[in-house]
């Protein structure tokens, strides 16, 4: 069975780092890669090597591979060349014009983006693994961009009192952006609309700010639902009000196949102090904040305004380490019994299972 381990231009993450690809050939899988694959991430096609990969030509790998491994790195021309026996495994933000093409030619395509919220998923689960880097990388930057300490600091000339951070959004990135906060030394607060969270948040040492009436549902996988107009009506003062304190906001709320809920509006961003941070991770689908652009840094009413929703982008080595665990627990769960006998009923399988025959028979 091969493995093709392709390089994806898109971001700075590999499929599989040399660590894996080693663990995978001990499991019995013969592994090509594209040259450059990990060059992202800071591995070298020496390192793939020396881990036992072969390094071979972009087209060979597509024609003669069994199992594709990559991020998003894929085109139409690409797809051309790949027989619809090849399975693929990446990350494809289903639902893009890149799954109609996998669909019109036939291929069995697994985008880890739909892994569920379940226990057994979690080894698997990408979105968190990158979350994590990402809500961890929105408090450094923030840091990076605001003129002043984040603990408080007593000098020669006086105190200098900590900073008041306002984290928006209490998922994997929302609370490791409050731990990180919290070991630098501010003062951390967070709002959520979910209320079970708010444990999470007081054993971080952040302060758990909340409006009464917010709808929640369990089948919702974790991630937050729509609210009513009041509750949301509620929601925007409360958060005017917190945010208007802050010397550094970072939003990271977003509802699965929605555009992310405006929580920063522009009335609120003026009234906010000049030469606050407002660090948006939602900035890919529209951002919490009315200002953010998605991929800049730019400064509006004096407040530095981050839109990134791929911060974990800065550290691709890591990034592409975590990924590429997550690759190697979803390639050992989905093919323990080999390529001809996947049980494409199990949940894991059906709901990443964007394109193939397969995924039509398990739906009827």
């Not at 961003?269 to 200002?291: P, R």
Request: proline residues 3%; hydrophobic residues 40%.
């Amino acid at each position: 069975m091969v493995i093709g381990l392709l390089k994806c231009s898109e971001e700075n993450l590999v499929g599989l780092v040399p660590k894996v690809v080693s663990k995978l050939i001990n499991e019995g899988w013969e592994i090509s890669f594209e040259p450059g694959a990990g060059a992202g991430s800071d591995y070298t096609d020496g390192e793939y090597q020396e881990a036992g990969a072969l390094a071979k030509d972009r087209n060979e790998i597509l024609k003669k591979s069994d199992l594709l491994v990559t991020v998003s790195g894929l085109n139409a021309d690409d797809l051309a060349l790949i027989p619809d026996s090849t399975f693929i495994v990446g990350k494809f933000n289903s639902g893009s014009d890149l799954t109609e093409k996998f669909k019109q030619y036939k291929l069995k395509v697994f985008s880890l983006d739909k892994l569920p919220r379940s226990t057994i998923a979690q080894s698997m689960d990408v979105l968190s693994s990158l979350a994590s880097l990402s809500g961890y990388k929105s408090i450094i930057t923030a840091a990076d961009n605001f003129a002043g300490y984040f603990p408080m600091m007593t000098t020669s000339a006086g105190t200098i009192p900590p900073a008041k951070i306002l984290i928006l959004g209490a998922g994997v990135a929302g609370l490791q952006a409050i731990a990180t906060a919290k070991r630098l030394g501010a003062v951390v607060e967070a709002f959520d609309v979910r209320s079970s969270v708010k444990e999470e948040v007081q054993s971080l040492g952040a302060k758990f700010i909340e409006v009464e009436g917010s709808q929640e549902d369990v089948a919702a996988g974790g991630y937050a639902i729509k609210q009513s107009d009041e509750y949301i009506q509620k929601q925007k003062e409360l958060i005017h009000q917190s945010a208007t304190k802050a010397d550094v906001v970072v939003t990271t709320a977003a509802i699965p196949g929605k555009k992310a809920p405006l929580l920063i509006e522009t009335a609120t961003v003026q009234a906010m102090k000049t030469g606050s941070v407002i660090v948006d991770l939602a900035a890919s689908t529209g951002g919490n904040c009315a200002l953010t652009q998605n991929d800049k840094i730019i400064e509006a009413e004096g407040v530095t305004i981050i839109g990134d929703s791929k911060l974990y982008n800065q550290m691709g080595k890591q990034a592409s380490l975590v990924y590429s665990n997550n690759v190697h627990s979803f390639i050992k769960f989905v093919f323990k019994e080999g390529l001809e006998d996947i049980p494409y009923e199990n949940e894991i399988i059906s709901k990443t299972l964007i394109s193939s025959t397969e995924q039509s028979a398990v739906s009827a």
